[in-house]
Nanobody, 117 residues
Framework: QVQLVESGGGLVQAGGSLKLSCAAS????????MGWFRQSPGKEREFVAS??????STSYADSVKGRFTITSDNRKGYLQMTNLKPEDTAVYYC????????????WGQGTQVTVSS
């Protein structure tokens, strides 16, 4: 089992920045990949970014490329968000895949990000 706790969400003006954190505990040695997802009211959850836990290989949704940066370090994952836009408003979730899973199996509880115009 892996437990995830997100933090760092909040209210920010358009053009501002926020850094989300995701603390992992439990069987962290089994983690192969970490991802960030988000869900806005009335919309389906969408992929934001992902990274391999032990390398610098990353992937981003087109809507956040050049503005968001995903990193991981010592059982923690981060999502640095810059030049935020109102359409970035959502609940952000971190999730991890393990070496035995083809899907993001473990999820955090989410943290709210609100960007005002």
């Amino acid at each position: 089992q892996v437990q995830l706790v997100e933090s760092g969400g909040g209210l920010v003006q358009a053009g501002g920045s926020l850094k989300l954190s995701c603390a992992a505990s439990g069987r962290t040695s089994s983690i192969s990949r970490m991802g960030w997802f988000r869900q806005s009211p009335g919309k389906e959850r969408e992929f934001v970014a992902s990274t391999y836990w032990s390398s610098s290989s990353t992937s981003y949704a087109d809507s956040v490329k050049g503005r968001f940066t995903i990193t991981s370090d010592n059982r923690k994952g981060y999502l640095q968000m810059t030049n935020l836009k109102p359409e970035d408003t959502a609940v952000y979730y971190c999730a991890v895949r393990t070496v035995t899973s083809a899907i993001f199996h473990y999820w955090g509880q989410g943290t709210q990000v609100t960007v005002s115009s």
